[in-house]
């Protein structure tokens, strides 16, 4: 009995400190900011939709909205994949897919949360948030100046990314629609 007793305070004590010191990071589309967390650090960006677009194909849902930020398009991106599927474990592989990138220089990477700065092969320059907790949401946030990007990255762990000069934006620029029949190396079925 007392054995008992003891295994149960120690997972209890497990559980408490895991939830008290693991903070989850966050990048989130609430009404009029995109919530940006690693910790308990935060950097949100208050916006306005411009345009809002939902792309479905048979097992992912994309919506991509333009968002005002200041005097910047930035762009928000979730994708969704359905039940019996998810995303490549590998956030890296995925986003060289879906930007067709050149190179990728990672900022940080905190409990999830990913600041990258790619260079495309069409020499554009992006800097980029990503996300991907769990197998089946991704969420990306791109198309921010070096000042922006700077200073969110500054807020959320206290360094400076390089200058950068990223490519102004007016719209999305991922490859969904021309990666439809990639799918089976961006998603894989979890119905074995």
Do not use: C
Request: aromatic content about 10%; glycine content about 6%; charged content about 25%.
């Amino acid at each position: 009995m007392l054995k008992i007793i003891l295994i149960l305070l120690i997972v209890g004590a497990g559980i408490f400190a895991l939830n008290h010191f693991y903070k989850p990071s966050r990048l989130e589309l609430t009404p009029h900011m995109i919530i940006l967390k690693v910790g308990k650090k935060d950097a949100n960006y208050p916006y306005t939709v411009m345009k809002k677009e939902v792309k479905t194909f048979s097992n992912l849902t994309i919506k991509q909205y333009t968002i005002d930020y200041k005097d910047e398009k930035l762009i928000y991106e979730e994708a969704q994949a359905d039940g019996l599927y998810e995303f490549s474990a590998n956030p890296h592989a995925l986003i060289s897919k879906l930007f067709d990138i050149q190179s990728l220089e990672t900022v940080f990477i905190k409990n999830g949360l990913e600041a990258l700065q790619l260079e495309l092969k069409s020499g554009e320059r992006i800097n980029l948030f990503a996300l991907q907790q769990d197998g089946q949401q991704l969420r990306l946030l791109y198309g921010m100046s070096d000042v922006a990007f700077g200073e969110k990255v500054q807020k959320l762990v206290g360094k400076t990314p390089k200058p950068w000069n990223p490519t102004p934006l007016k719209h999305p620029i991922t490859h969904w629609s021309d990666k439809v029949n990639e799918f089976d190396s961006i998603l894989t079925s979890t119905d074995h």
